[in-house]
């Protein structure tokens, strides 16, 4: 996406299109119209952040109409603008529009026009709340109660509060698909607790819960935080990481249920929330925050190891989480992608992820498993889940199952795997929303 500042001139010919436009589709459908656009003061219309705004303004409208008879979006420096025609009068239409400009913070950015078929735009009534402090607008823009910079500010405050509430619940909710997931073998799943005596399928629904907030946290810094150096943001990022660490610990009576997902969706959750500020590739912003520090924390971890991931990092020089995060977490992108297979192929969410799983294991230096079962344990698990991989594929949940029994017989729970398989849903859920972006 090209950020770039626009001209009066630019604008004035954007609203000329936008009327003729109008016109065409009245002329055309002999219904009314329906015109969104966003509500976006200074220089530059359109970006990243902006965009994911607009695309929920517009799912709040389809999901507000019955289906419609036009849709066209036009996606432009001047801003975004989408153009509806429905089966529905221009009275009924307005109050469902004027009932989602209304809805939230948010949709004080939304600005939905509703042409009847005279041509003009129908009024609202009410009058609309000022972006910045929430009272009449025409009262505001009457005594010049807030000068640009200030509007510029409020708005870029509620896009960047939509973002992170948006992101963290991708974060949330891909904890939660990973842990349901069923069969995996030696984690828990829906049928039971795998090699785990102190953990549950309640318990890691209460720790996803409580690291929503600090995911929403950790956007909202990457997304003030832009311009700094990856090495101050990453400092950030570890500040806010401890406190989840706390959090969870706290809410679970100090079982370690997320410590490596704290740490590799905190990442990613920056990298997108950097790329909604700059554009460009999540996973890309998120290995250079991991590279800012990689070198130093590993050689702590090997000097002064304190969690189970460096005590195996230091026995057996597996880089775990911190180098995997460092490389571009090769091993979740490569998940994700044979997770969307299987969706395509018409999998349910479930088997989706339950099948990929072994496609992790199979090739992950997991240091949940060299912690539990040392080399011996790390190369059985991943012997058999090559063989679970060698079978027809309509008999892998099966296989699944019966080495679940085997992996608790013995102990061994691919952890890292499973936080990569989480990661690989978080990765599918902001590849969609950027793909969104661009349709």
């Not at 992996?407 to 952890?415: A, H, K, Q, V, W």
């Amino acid at each position: 996406m090209n950020i770039s500042k626009i001209t009066l001139d630019e604008m004035l010919s954007a609203r000329e299109r936008r009327a003729e436009k109008q016109r065409a589709l009245t002329e055309q459908f002999a219904r009314p119209v329906v015109c969104f656009t966003m509500n976006i003061a200074g220089e530059v219309k359109r970006t990243p952040l902006i965009e994911l705004a607009f695309l929920e303004g517009v799912h709040r409208i389809e999901a507000a109409m019955p289906p419609a008879l036009f849709r066209e979006v036009w996606r432009e420096n001047t801003g975004c603008e989408a153009f509806f025609v429905f089966d529905e009068g221009a009275g009924e239409t307005k109050r469902r529009m004027v009932a989602i400009e209304e809805a939230d913070a948010l949709a004080r950015l939304f600005d939905i026009d509703v042409i009847g078929m005279d041509g003009e735009k129908l009024t609202r009534g009410a009058e609309r709340r000022c972006i910045v402090c929430g009272g009449p607008v025409t009262a505001c823009a009457r005594s010049r109660a807030h000068g640009l910079a200030e509007i510029v500010k409020s708005t870029d405050a509620l896009l960047s509060a939509f973002a992170a509430e948006r992101l963290a619940s991708f974060a949330q909710n891909a904890l939660l698909l990973e842990v349901e997931a069923t069969p995996k073998p030696g984690l828990v799943d829906r049928n039971n607790n795998g090699a785990h005596r102190d953990m549950d399928l309640p318990l890691f629904r209460k720790s996803a819960a409580a690291l929503k907030p600090h995911f929403v946290r950790m956007v909202a810094l990457a997304l003030t935080q832009h311009e700094a150096e990856p090495c101050a943001l990453m400092a950030s990022l570890r500040a806010e990481g401890l406190a989840a660490e706390h959090v969870m610990y706290a809410a679970t009576d100090g079982v370690n249920t997320h410590k490596g997902a704290i740490f590799s969706m905190g990442l990613l959750l920056a990298g997108a929330a950097l790329a909604l500020r700059r554009g460009g590739d999540a996973v890309l912003y998120a290995a250079a925050l991991a590279q800012s520090d990689v070198a130093a924390e590993l050689a702590r971890a090997k000097a002064q190891p304190a969690t189970n991931g460096e005590r195996v990092y230091a026995r057996h020089a597996a880089r775990g989480a911190r180098g995997e995060a460092a490389e571009g977490f090769p091993a979740a992108r490569e998940a994700m992608r044979i997770y969307q297979a299987f969706l395509r192929e018409g999998k349910s969410e479930n088997d989706a992820l339950a099948l990929t799983l072994p496609h992790i294991i199979a090739v992950l230096t997991d240091t949940n498993l060299l912690h539990r079962g040392g080399p011996e344990g790390l190369r059985f698990a991943q012997q058999k889940a090559k063989e679970v991989l060698a079978l027809p594929e309509e008999k892998r949940m099966q296989a699944l199952s019966r080495l679940d029994a085997e992996f608790i017989r013995r102990n061994l729970s691919p952890g890292g795997s499973a936080d990569m398989l989480g990661l690989a849903v978080l990765m599918h859920a902001l590849e969609e929303m950027a793909q969104d972006m661009v349709k």
